[in-house]
C-alpha cells in the first residue's frame, strides 16, 4: 500500500509509514526543504542529491535537472529518474539486493507531461567502494569486500537486471556489504541472453573505469579480475 496524491500539475507517491505530517511539510515544497541541507552530496546539471532532517531523521533528496531544452522536451513524455529509481529499489528489495529504502517521490506535471521530479529515500550510512579502496588501512578487506561485489553484479545479471553506470562510486559499503545507488539508468531485461550481454558490458565497462581511479592501485584491479575470471564474467 501507498500514499498517492495525484493533481494536473503534481504527482506524489509516499509509503505510508514515512506520510507523517512532517513529510507532508516537505512533500508539498521539495524545493524548500532543500534550501536548508545537512549536506550536499552532488549538484551539477543532471542532478542535485542533498541530505536533509525530517522527522529527526537523515534522509536522502534527489532532485532531477534539465540540461537543456532538447533533454527537457525528452522527459515530458519519458519515464521520470525518480519513478525509476522508485521501481527498481524495490526490484532489487525482492531480489535480496541491497539498496537504499524508497520513500517517496514527486513529478511536476503539466497534465500527462513530466517535469521535474524527485525522488527521497533513506540514507545509506557507509563508506563509498571507491573511497573503500583507495584506503591502504583497508587493504585486509579488499579481497572479500571484491568478491561481494563480483557476486553482486552476477546476481543483477542473474535477475535480468543491468544498472548500466556500475563503478565504485555508485556502491556504498556497509559492514563489509555492497548497497547499490543511483538507479536512474538501470534496466530489466526479458531474455536471458539480453541480460547476459548487458552483464558482460558492465563488467567490461567496469574493469576500463580503473583509468579513472589513480589514487586506487593496480592490485585492486588484479583482484577484481581474478574473481571475474573465476565465474566466467572475463576472458
Not at 500539475?9 to 534550501?35: R, Y
Not at 541541507?37 to 534522509?59: A, C, F, N, Q, Y
Not at 559492514?175 to 545507488?181: A, D, F, G, R, T
Request: proline share 3%.
Amino acid at each position: 500500500m501507498k500514499m498517492i496524491d495525484c493533481k494536473w500539475n503534481k504527482l506524489t507517491i509516499c509509503q505510508p509509514q514515512f506520510h507523517t505530517q512532517k513529510m507532508q511539510v516537505v512533500l508539498q515544497d521539495v524545493d524548500s526543504a532543500m534550501q536548508t541541507p545537512l549536506k550536499i552530496l552532488k549538484d551539477d546539471p543532471t542532478s542535485t542529491v542533498v541530505v536533509v532532517s525530517v522527522d529527526d531523521e537523515p534522509i536522502v533528496i534527489k532532485r532531477s535537472n534539465t540540461k537543456g531544452v532538447l533533454h527537457g522536451l525528452r522527459r515530458l513524455v519519458c519515464t521520470s529518474r525518480a519513478k525509476k529509481n522508485w521501481h527498481y529499489a524495490k526490484r532489487l528489495a525482492l531480489a535480496n539486493i541491497k539498496t537504499f529504502e524508497p520513500i517517496a517521490y514527486v513529478e511536476d506535471r503539466f497534465g500527462p507531461f513530466k517535469k521535474r521530479s524527485y525522488f527521497i529515500c533513506s540514507l545509506i550510512k557507509g563508506i563509498d567502494a571507491l573511497h573503500f579502496f583507495s584506503q591502504i588501512n583497508y587493504q585486509s578487506q579488499w579481497e572479500v569486500v571484491a568478491q561481494k561485489i563480483v557476486e553482486l553484479i552476477q546476481q543483477l545479471g542473474d535477475e535480468h537486471l543491468s544498472h548500466r553506470d556500475l563503478n565504485l562510486s555508485n556502491i556504498i559499503l556497509v559492514k563489509e556489504q555492497p548497497y547499490l545507488i543511483d538507479l536512474d539508468s538501470m534496466r530489466q531485461y526479458r531474455w536471458r541472453l539480453h541480460a547476459n550481454r548487458a552483464t558482460q558490458h558492465a563488467v567490461k565497462r567496469f574493469m576500463e573505469n580503473w583509468q579513472d581511479y589513480p589514487e586506487i592501485s593496480a592490485q585492486v584491479a588484479q583482484i577484481f579480475t581474478s574473481h571475474f575470471q573465476a565465474r566466467g564474467l572475463l576472458c
